[in-house]
């Protein structure tokens, strides 16, 4: 299941065969048949709106009804990105931060870029999907990990994502080198595993290197597009690429801001800024990082 921005965004993707079923009530629409619960399918479907009107029973709905009500709202208390430039301090979690990214070999303040990312630095929020805490750790994935503490313990919340980021470095491992693997796991994290695998697999048949993460951005974002993410060598469907591909490019952009600005506590094996650099605040990345954050990435202009 997807979620729209807006019933414009959903009425384009129903008409457009991006989608089967718009599972709210919406006003009629060319091109689109009404089932008799107001849903709507496009008119080119209506065996799937006759299977849904036998499907969605008087029972069904008051079963439906008579279920406990929940409401789930989006709590975030913004935090500044940077707490004290002039000491150097980043949040008031650094210390955390330092220990656990050494347990993985980050430099701590890409860690903290994350954690700006996902959540301002507010260990209380939550998001619409019910991600929890400083690094959004959804209920699934603590119970995955075996998280059997308070997921809103600034600790315990980084502690698990630091375990999870850890099996994400192992899940590509085919990825040669700690740097070239940074941004395959920021996006695994935030769209899936199975989205990235797919946009590898997407690069690699249209001619590119599914390990360099500059040929596998761009696919990312195509898996936005049904001439893609209805490929064959897709896996996993559809994927809201623009924003997997924008937080990575955000915590790449941060992470040489804070490298900029706060020491380097700890011996990572990540990336650090040059001495010599002109523009201190630029992170003298490996090529294959380089241009990230500079210059739009490529199109691929290949048929599919």
Known sequence: MEVAHDTAEILNRLQNREVDIATMQLPSSSGTIRC??????HQ????????????YSPELVQQFKNRP???????????????????????QYDALLQR?????????????????????FDPRAISWAGAQGLMQIMPGTAAHLGVTGNIFDPETNIEA???????????????????????????????????VRDAMALARKHGQNEKAWRD?????????????YRDPVVTSGYLRGSET????????????????????????????????????????????????????????????
């Open 36 to 41: 008799e619960n107001g849903w709507l399918v």
């Open 44 to 55: 080119e479907a209506p065996q799937l709106a006759q299977s849904i009107n036998d499907w």
């Open 69 to 91: 009500k929940t409401t789930v709202a989006v709590q975030r208390q913004a935090r500044p990105v940077m707490l004290n430039a002039s000491t150097g301090q980043i949040c």
């Open 100 to 120: 656990h990214a050494a347990a993985i070999g980050w430099d701590w303040r890409l860690l903290a870029a994350q954690c700006y990312q996902e959540s301002a």
């Open 161 to 195: 994502s630091v375990r999870y980021l850890k099996e994400l470095n192992q899940t590509f491992a085919d990825i040669p080198g700690q740097s070239s693997r940074i941004p395959f796991i920021l996006a695994a994290y935030n769209g899936g595993v199975n989205h």
């Open 216 to 228: 596998v951005e761009p696919y990312i974002l195509h898996l936005s597009e049904p001439q893609y």
């Open 245 to 304: 591909y924008g937080y990575v490019r955000n915590i790449m952009d941060r992470w040489g801001q804070y490298c900029g600005q706060a020491r380097n506590y700890s011996k990572a094996s990540t990336p650090q800024p040059s001495k010599h650099s002109k523009h201190p605040t630029q992170v003298q990345r490996p090529d294959l990082l380089n241009g990230l954050n500079d210059k739009p990435a490529p199109t691929p202009t290949d048929s599919v």
